[in-house]
Nanobody, 119 residues
């Protein structure tokens, strides 16, 4: 059974930093894209960042570009999201996601980790 478990969320002041992690179990995602998404209260889930499996190319939402960095450790089957210069509007539940097949849609989701940024 595939599981994605996020950790690292918390309460931080504006301008601060947090590092989220997502540990995958049940299969290896090393050659697959992995993504981070977030959902703020009353809003739809939105894309934050993605890292490709082959080549490791990264993609970011405009709202986080230059502040967030996605990375992965394939030995640990773990994906990270380093978040710097956090803003109150970054407050949300953050989810990691993985596909079932290479190039396919995200079908595996973690339970989410809460990030709260105070002003």
């Amino acid at each position: 059974q595939v599981q994605l478990v996020e950790a690292g969320g918390g309460l931080v002041q504006a301008g601060g930093s947090l590092r989220l992690s997502c540990v995958a179990s049940g299969r290896t995602f090393s050659s697959y894209a992995m993504g981070w998404f977030r959902q703020a209260p009353g809003k739809e889930r939105e894309f934050v960042a993605e890292i490709r499996g082959i080549g490791g190319s990264t993609y970011y939402a405009d709202s986080v570009k230059g502040r967030f960095t996605i990375s992965r450790d394939n030995v640990k089957n773990t994906v990270y999201l380093q978040m710097n210069r956090l803003k109150p509007e970054d407050t949300a539940v953050y989810y990691c996601a993985g596909p079932q097949v290479r190039g396919g849609p995200y079908v595996y989701w973690g339970q989410g980790t809460q990030v709260t940024v105070s002003s």
